[in-house]
Every structure is written in C-alpha cells, then in structure tokens.
C-alpha cells in the first residue's frame, strides 16, 4: 500500500495549481465549515509562500532523497500529465483527532477539475502496465480510485476544494472528516481564530501534553511567516495558570540569553537567539521573533555538528 498511497499523492500534489495565497485559504475556508466536533489538531500550510524559501530549496530535494516512492511518482507525473512538479504550488489544511489516527486533508486547486484528475490517474496507471490499472467509480460525492486490489477515496467540495481521509484508503472517515460542520463546537475552536492562517505554516493543538515534571501545556497555536528572505514565528502555549506561564518564560528567557552571551559564539547565531522573546500574558507563553533565512540555515548547521 505504500507506494500505491505515495502515488497517489504525489498525483494530487501535482494536481493542485494555485496563484498567490488563493489556494491556502480556499482550503482553511473548506476546512473550517466541514470540519467535525472531534477536530483536537489542525495544521495549515501555503506553498505558495513556502515554495520561494531558500529553506525549501534546501530541504525538498532532501526530502524526497529520502522518499523514493514519492520521487518517482512526480517524475511519472511529470511525463504522463504533463505537469512539472517543482512548478506546482498548493495550499492544504490537516484536520485530526487527539491521536492523529482520524481525519481529512484538504487540499484547493484551481484549473483543474475532477475529470483531469481522473484522466490523469488513469494515463498514470497505463504507464505503469498492467499491474498499475486504475478502476474509477463514483457513489454520492466520493470518488472510489481501485489499483489492484486497493482503493483511495477523495470527495470535493465546491469546485476547487478536494478532500481525503487522513488513511486514504478509509472510506468511513472520509465521510465522517468532512461535511460535519462541527469546527466550532471543537476544543481547537477559539485558538483557530487567533492563529495566524494566512502563515506559510500554521498549527492550532488541543491535545495535553507534558512539557517538563511541573508543566503541563493544554493547548498551543502559532504560526510561521515567510517574506522578503526572512522568518517570522508567532507561537502561543496555554499553561495551566499565569503563575506557570510566567515561570516558564522567565526560564526560557534566561536560557536563551546564557547562550546568546557563549563565548566563541558566531555572529549570526548570537543575532539568531537575541531575535527570539519569550514572555507571558495570562495563562499564555509567547514566544515570538524574526530572522534572516540565511542565520536560521547557519543555526541548523551549528546543531547538527
């Protein structure tokens, strides 16, 4: 199932052309009126931003290194559709439960519709041979895609919108991951109108966790903002009281000036760390700061050596 759930995605990646941050809201829009009650994590992300980062340049390339199913995919992509992934550009919204085993992914294209999609599958499984064959069957608004003896489900929404199960071969979550309506009623409801979602990279979590023997976080936002070769991150953890929040930064804001004042420290590095603050408001850590592309590259450098 691996390699048929890598090419299928590498399909619907290759699939999605977006201008500008059209795409990237298109599929929050979608995403927040479909979304079900259980909803605990939702991240977005716009690759119309991400795509003109030197980090993504750097990374991506490393990143299917490690993926071959994925990397081939493009590749037959590219020859079969006619479509240069490295050109593509698209926006999606992950929405899942406290475990991250349920949930949908939505993903906004433009110019194209769920005919080309097909064809383009189908043109892809004639490439492959026989073992490669695609069967297409459509019941209501979910579209079955059978290669072999395995199947992935997709529905859309509106025009431009496509939605899958976070397991694409679950049939039951699709339905139930999308058309629900019940983001507003979720645990991650009033942090995801804070958040910034027109970020590169954004998160909203309502899920518990363990920060240290004496912290404990309930809920966390943020986002990350990438313009004119520059990072910026905007990040919020609720605590359980202010006393603990304060605590907290206090803490961290400390830590980060011992090591912004190492000796022998880099330049860039120092301005890496003295960019970044750490404060408190309410129950609330803050952690904010912005910083040049090229010194958070030298900062992953210097903590991989």
Known sequence: MGSTRSLALAALVCLAPLTAEAGASAAWTAAKNNLPKATTVVVGLDLAQLTKSSLFSLAFPLILAQQPDVKAGLELIKSTCQLDPLKVV???????????????????????????IVSCFEAVGKAKGKEGKVGVKTEGKITELSFGDKQIYLSWIGTNVIVLPLEFTNKADLAAWSGAKGLAKSKVAKASTKVNTGGAVWAVSAVAKELDDKTKMKLGYGSVTMAASNIAADLHVQLGTAADAKAAADKAQKELSTLASSPGLAPNLKSVLTSVTVTSAADELQVKGTMPESDVLSLVGALMK
Do not use: M, R, S
Not at 93 to 114: L, P, R, S
């Open 90 to 116: 698209n926006g999606l919204v992950v929405g899942t439960d406290d475990e991250q085993k349920h949930g949908a992914i939505y993903i906004a294209v433009e110019g194209v519709d769920q005919a080309k």
